[in-house]
């Protein structure tokens, strides 16, 4: 291999996003397309790319329209970016912006790209609605009569039942079981407490509102329709007042998890940009972080062998041992807060010995996480979840935090996601 | 801009009646788009000899073109598009009879949007007070043509200091070009300095770093965009909350976005760490971000106050610290304040607005003087809007608003351009000449005139 084809480091420049919106809320007209425009032209605008060709641009959607086939491509064509900047679109459910990042990082290190996007956005509000299947066999049966008398007989298949739309849920679709009953059954097998999930659901909206007042943002989110902090955000919760919501997942006593401790259904955009050394230096761009390695495990839920949201308590050993480190190594750790109960779990799994031993195969258990590097400046919980935009949310606001720490602080991000399925990165600060 | 007694008077209806009645009629004023020429046909030049300054404004228009008359009889169609008159040579006031004889015979041959501009010496510098009388009565001739012409037309005075002949050109240029559309009855002094002409005039600004505070909307917005189309890259600085619409100034003028409140602590270091490690460097300096919060003094509660002043002079005074220092604005940079009409007329319900932007001129007085400064070939100026045509204006009430556009000599509202074009012609490295003035925006408001 020749010195020029080496990999490189791929550096993360800083990100942007919009601010989430609780769903049916500020965003409640604005689709897909809208917010990750605006997500890319408030970044082009932070780091002067106006008119720039990029090396690619990867972002996506999980809830999605059958117009957006292209979303991403789209969204490139309606920025301030030269149309000459391909795109693609990327979609592992909430793993999709943090799989996005690792997917456009490997192409700027293996040389492929010299700069490149990656993001995400996603609606609850403008959520695709389908026809039922009946009808949608009955269209395309009448798609492919050629005379009357067959349309006539296509028509007449219709029933009224059919007219009910297909809108879309919130469900695994091998069990069933919505996400929150999933984890309900999770948080109760680790008996994570009541108080224990309201806390961290307090600390984050308590760390996310410090966050926004010192500025923190000023140089990640850019508002948009009228919206200028995350909608859900909550300045004065506290542990006392989300004791007073009733539970709506689980059942009965153990039930334990609120709409206070469960993400909302968010709408909301955001990219991150990434780039080679070189790329940045030329144009004076600082670099905040590189992309260490990265690292997706997947659990099997279905048969309830192992919880839906598990997946990366799998991820962790091994990329801790790619790179002989310890989970105390890191400086800053960004768990995705999809349920308080999701991150109490996984902390709970790296500290069980029993779990570590049987389930990881480690001799000893990963141990302790200090509580005050995780998620100091808010997470999910506060901010909201537009599914496709948590990946890119924490890439760039962790960059950010590890700059701050000074070179060669590591953070670590674990995004869980739909299907069984896990993401987790490592960056390094510049 | 047409207001609703500009709709109507152009109506046909409204054109013969406003005839017949002597009313004003604003008319579409002439702006400047790239590649345009300076003026559009010949230009009257005149004045008594020694013709200095007149002399050296031909070799100007000679090289640009354009043809220059003695006589209104000499120009094709017997219009002109512009009157030059050298008064530099006056010495009493009995010499200021030839400025009679040169400008009257032109002024009704004046084509729509012309200029008349008049150019004289400083009375300040002058030998004796019969000499100091004849070029101040300059100004008062000036601005009293410029309250008799129609049409679009303006007239304007330079005051030129001795031993700064040849710093003219960018003064005269703008004067004259469709640039300084609501620039009227105003006086602008050219000081000794260093100017460097451009290579390229319709790019005079090419190379060079920008900063524009309150950049995403209105006049800010403007401003990016017209130093960007002379050349300058440009920083584009607003409050976070304001960072959509600064996006889109940003990436329409290719410029960078720089989210942040003005009256921040470190807003100065930031803004200039920003322009170095982005841009290497800054040239340009525009402190155009203001609030207004009107009360009547008695009603004037603390924090509108306090906000006005800490927004529209505090935050100027802090970020100059940084923005001045000498790791700061590169040498012959240029500082621009935005000031106001109200700041050296005052206005009813704005004495904090008004507070602040006379203290703006006074920070201008103040700096345009400092040794270390001149030293460092660093200008500083201001711009005084009058009323321009922005979303702020749109909502003052309907016959304030009229009455708005039509006291002043143009008979209209000015845009957001105007005030920009002002700006960048501030901020030229030929106009290093010009440091210490206070230039109104405001087609000859009756204000504070």
């Known amino acids: ?430 | 801009m047409a207001g609703a007694y500009a709709r109507l008077v152009n109506s046909p209806v409204g054109t013969r009646l406003a005839g017949q009645l002597g009313l004003p009629r604003p008319v579409p004023l002439r702006r400047y788009a790239v590649g345009e020429p300076l003026v559009h046909g010949a230009v009257l030049l005149g004045g008594p000899e020694p013709a200095v300054l007149g002399a050296r404004v031909g070799e100007l228009l000679a090289r640009e073109g354009v043809v220059v008359v003695g006589e209104v009889a000499e120009a094709v169609g017997g219009r002109v598009a512009a009157v030059v008159a050298d008064l530099g040579a006056v010495e009493r006031p009995g010499d200021l009879d030839v400025l009679r004889a040169v400008v009257a015979p032109a002024l009704s041959s004046l084509q729509p949007s012309g200029r008349v501009v008049v150019l004289g010496r400083s009375p300040g510098q002058a030998r004796e007070v019969a000499q100091a009388a004849a070029r101040r009565a300059l100004e008062g001739i000036t601005r009293s043509i410029g309250k008799e012409l129609r049409s679009g037309a303006t007239a304007n005075l330079v005051l030129v200091d001795d031993g700064a002949e040849g710093n003219l050109d960018a003064t005269v240029r703008f004067l004259l070009s469709g640039r300084s559309a609501y620039v009227d009855g105003q006086v602008v002094r050219v000081g000794t300095g260093t100017p460097v002409q451009p290579d390229d005039w319709t790019r005079p600004l090419s190379g060079k770093v920008a900063v524009v505070t309150g950049a995403a909307r209105g006049i800010g917005a403007a401003i990016a965009r017209v130093l960007a189309r002379d050349g300058a890259t440009v920083v584009c600085v607003d409050l976070p909350e304001a960072g959509d619409s600064l996006a889109g100034t940003a990436n329409v003028v290719g410029g960078t976005a720089l989210q942040l409140d003005v009256t921040a602590a470190d807003a100065g270091r930031r803004i200039l760490d920003h322009a170095r490690r982005r841009h290497g460097g800054l040239d340009i300096v525009v402190h155009n971000a203001g609030i207004t919060r009107d009360r009547l003094l008695a009603n004037l509660d603390d924090s509108r106050w306090r906000s006005v002043l800490e927004v529209n002079l505090g935050s100027i005074l802090r970020m100059n610290e940084v923005l001045l220092g000498d790791d700061g604005i590169r040498d012959g940079g240029h500082l621009v304040l935005v000031s106001s009409i109200a700041g050296i007329a005052g206005n009813r319900g704005q004495v904090n607005y008004a507070a602040s932007k006379a203290g703006v001129i006074g920070v201008v007085d103040a700096l345009s003087v400092d040794e270390r400064l001149r030293a460092r070939g660093i200008t500083v100026n201001a711009v005084a809007p009058g009323f321009i045509e922005t979303e702020m204006t749109a909502k003052v009430p309907f016959a304030t608003r009229e009455a708005g556009r039509l006291l002043n000599s143009l008979n209209q509202g000015g845009l957001p351009v105007d005030v920009a074009e002002t700006i960048a012609w501030l901020s030229q490295d030929a106009n290093a000449g010009v440091t210490g003035n206070v230039v109104r925006v405001c087609g000859q408001s009756l204000l504070g005139a």
């Not at chain 1, 970044?43 to 959607?61: D, H, I, K, P, Q």
């Not at chain 1, 001799?363 to 919980?381: F, H, Q, T």
Request: net charge neutral.
């Open chain 1, 1 to 430: 291999m020749a010195p020029s084809s080496q990999p490189r480091r791929a550096a993360v420049i800083g990100g942007n996003r919009i601010p989430f919106a609780r769903a049916n809320g500020t965003y409640a007209k604005a689709f897909n397309q809208d917010m990750l425009t605006a997500a890319l032209d408030g970044l082009v605008a932070r780091f002067g790319l106006a008119g720039e060709s990029l090396g690619e641009v990867a972002a996506g959607a999980v809830l999605k329209h059958s117009r957006d086939f292209n979303l991403t491509r789209e969204s490139v064509l309606g920025s301030s970016l030269a149309a000459t900047t391909p795109a693609y679109d990327v979609q592992q459910a909430c793993g999709t912006g943090l799989e996005a990042t690792v997917l456009v990082a490997n192409k700027v290190a293996l040389r492929q790209v010299d700069s490149a996007v990656a993001g995400g956005a996603d609606t609850a509000s403008d959520a695709p609605i389908a026809v039922s299947e009946g009808l949608r066999e009955t269209l395309l049966a009448l798609n492919r009569a050629r005379t009357a008398g067959q349309r006539a007989k296509a028509l007449a298949r219709i029933r009224p039942a059919h007219l009910v739309p297909d809108v879309p849920r919130n469900v695994e679709p091998r069990t069933g079981l919505s996400m929150g009953e999933h984890m309900a059954q999770t948080a109760a097998r680790w008996a994570v407490s009541r108080l224990a999930q309201d806390e961290l659901a307090a600390a984050s909206h308590r760390n996310l509102a410090a966050a926004y007042e010192r500025g923190f943002f000023d140089d990640l989110v850019t508002p948009f329709a009228g919206l200028s902090r995350d909608e859900n955000l909550r300045p004065d919760s506290s542990v006392e007042k989300l004791a007073r919501l009733k539970p709506v997942f689980g059942k009965g006593e153990g039930a334990t998890m609120t709409a206070g401790n469960s993400t909302p259904l968010t709408d909301g955009a955001s990219v991150v940009l990434l780039s080679s050394d070189e790329w940045a230096a030329e144009r004076g761009l600082p670099v905040l972080a590189y992309v260490v390695d990265a690292q997706t495990a997947a659990v099997d839920y279905v048969t309830g062998q192992e919880g839906l949201l598990m997946a990366p308590a799998y991820a962790l050993p091994r990329l801790l041992e790619r790179h002989g480190m310890k989970l105390q190594d890191f400086e800053l750790v960004e768990i995705h807060e999809a349920f308080a109960s999701t991150v109490l779990c996984t902390l709970a799994a790296w500290e069980s010995e029993d779990f570590c031993r049987t389930r990881l195969g480690l001799e000893a258990p990963i141990g302790e996480l200090d509580r005050s590097r995780l998620n100091v400046n808010g997470s999910s919980l506060a901010a909201g979840h537009p599914f496709a935009a948590t990946g890119g949310r924490i890439v760039a606001s962790l960059a950010k935090m590890l700059h701050e720490k000074g070179t060669g602080a590591r953070g670590l991000i674990s995004i869980c996601a739909a299907g069984g399925q896990g993401v987790m990165a490592i960056l390094e600060a510049a």
